[in-house]
């Protein structure tokens, strides 16, 4: 992963399409990967982020090329072509969920578990990420960062909000305003 950080805390499909950016791709080794899931570690499920190599990274990416395409048309209000909702079925049925129950000290608990292979367990969580966005109503309020050289996109908690991050890109259009307003004097 490079010195820069992928932007996390927004709803799931966004992390995961955020982490190709203008300059590069954070998931580009099996250690990229595991490093991103543990940025994710609230939200990953227990034993996702175990064994982790190429394969496992082929469906991240894969997921990561559908997530994009759907959340653009999403965004831009056009039907999803037959082919990407095959395919995140597809991926939705390869790691089904199961609820598991356990007595403990602390109780009956009960725990979810994929069934599957750590890549089709990978997949299917993601695909549902994508799904639990793609199917709220708030998937219309998705933004591109305003920066010129940013491709990242956020979910706004405020209607005011133009970047991807204040301290990635806000901070830098703001010092780059200044220094136009500056050099214009």
């Given at each position: 992963?490079?010195?820069?950080?992928?932007?996390?805390?927004?709803?799931?499909?966004?992390?995961?399409?955020?982490?190709?950016?203008?300059?590069?791709?954070?998931?580009?080794?099996?250690?990229?990967?595991?490093?991103?899931?543990?940025?994710?570690?609230?939200?990953?499920?227990?034993?996702?982020?175990?064994?982790?190599?190429?394969?496992?990274?082929?469906?991240?990416?894969?997921?990561?090329?559908?997530?994009?395409?759907?959340?653009?048309?999403?965004?831009?209000?056009?039907?999803?072509?037959?082919?990407?909702?095959?395919?995140?079925?597809?991926?939705?049925?390869?790691?089904?969920?199961?609820?598991?129950?356990?007595?403990?000290?602390?109780?009956i608990t009960a725990d979810r578990r994929r069934l599957g292979s750590t890549a089709q367990g990978l997949g299917a969580w993601l695909a549902e990420g994508l799904v639990e966005l793609l199917t709220d109503p708030a998937v219309s309020r998705v933004r591109q960062c305003e920066a010129e050289d940013c491709v990242l996109l956020f979910l706004p908690s405020n209607p005011r909000r133009r970047w991807c991050s204040a301290s990635r890109c806000g901070n830098r259009m703001r010092v780059a305003r200044h220094y136009q307003r500056r050099k214009a004097e």
């Open positions: 992963m490079s010195a820069l950080a992928p932007l996390v805390g927004e709803p799931l499909a966004l992390d995961l399409v955020n982490t190709r950016y203008a300059q590069g791709d954070f998931l580009v080794t099996p250690e990229d990967l595991l490093a991103w899931l543990a940025l994710e570690a609230g939200r990953c499920p227990e034993g996702l982020s175990g064994n982790i190599g190429p394969a496992e990274l082929a469906v991240v990416q894969c997921v990561r090329e559908r997530s994009a395409r759907a959340i653009e048309c999403a965004r831009s209000g056009t039907r999803l072509s037959q082919e990407d909702l095959d395919a995140i079925n597809q991926m939705l049925r390869g790691g089904p969920c199961v609820l598991e129950v356990a007595d403990g000290p602390a109780g």
